[in-house]
């Protein structure tokens, strides 16, 4: 299957602090990547959906100037914690798709473990 | 939105079948996927279901779908200490504003190995 790298792998920053984790497709081009954020021993939630090119559509909850989200190639997204507090802290994971694909897959990253201090 | 249902975990002896239970509320669902998620790691796809089939095997793991009860089922045949991790239950119903949806996932089920 495709591969999707997410950098960092972990994080740990002070309060106030802002954060970028980038989501990476390394072997497709990826017209749709979604940011998802777990808390431990939950599941999944999704953050956000973007669409290369265009800005990104969250989810309801989820503050669109908290979390900035940037998909200016193909391959390429990040999401920006901005003025990171501990309670943002939690597992990123970054998913990426593509139009076309068989079963409409998405391909998951490692995920980013961010713990703000 | 989709809510989506699954028991928090599930304890199986080595070599016996494992069962994974969820149920969902979309039933214009058009495919119906298990992840796998090992501890730290990201997800990985196990198996699908096309929402116009009942059943799907492939290998050791059996997928059945009830379409009337929206309920979703993964069997893994012969399971192993390999087997041990979170299994999540994700219904997608395809498309919509220009591009594709997200999933929503269940809480997951912790699938545990006794030797």
């Known amino acids: 299957g495709a591969v999707v790298s997410q950098h960092p792998s972990w994080v740990i920053c002070k309060s106030g602090t802002s954060v970028k984790i980038e989501c990476r497709s390394l072997?497709?081009?990826?017209?749709?990547m979604f940011w998802y954020r777990q808390f431990p021993k939950q599941s999944l939630m999704l953050m956000a959906t973007?669409?290369?090119?265009?800005?990104?559509?969250?989810e309801q909850g989820v503050e669109k100037d908290k979390f900035l989200i940037n998909h200016a190639s193909l391959t390429l997204s990040t999401l920006t914690v901005t003025s990171a507090h501990p309670e943002d802290s939690s597992f990123y994971i970054c998913?990426?798709?593509?139009?076309?694909?068989?079963?409409?897959?998405?391909?998951f990253g490692p995920g980013t473990r961010l713990t703000v201090l | 939105g989709e809510d989506v249902e699954q028991s928090l975990f599930l304890s199986v002896r080595e070599g016996d079948s494992s069962v994974i239970n969820c149920t969902y509320t979309?039933?214009?669902?058009?495919?119906l996927y298990w992840y796998k998620q090992e501890p730290g790691a990201g997800l990985q796809l196990l198996t699908y279901?096309?929402?116009?089939?009942d059943m799907k095997q492939d290998q050791r793991l059996t997928v059945l779908l009830n379409k009337k009860d929206k309920h979703l089922s993964l069997r893994i045949a012969d399971t192993q200490t390999g087997d041990s991790a979170i299994y999540f239950c994700?219904?997608?119903?395809?498309?919509?504003?220009?591009?594709?949806?997200?999933?929503?996932f269940g809480k997951g089920t912790h699938l545990i190995i006794q030797p």
């Open positions: 998913s990426a798709t593509s139009d076309g694909l068989p079963y409409n897959e998405q391909f």
């Open positions: 072997d497709f081009q990826a017209t749709t």
């Open positions: 973007s669409n290369e090119g265009s800005k990104a559509t969250y």
């Open positions: 979309d039933s214009s669902s058009t495919y």
């Open positions: 279901i096309f929402s116009n089939m």
């Open positions: 994700a219904p997608w119903d395809g498309y919509s504003g220009g591009g594709a949806d997200g999933l929503t």
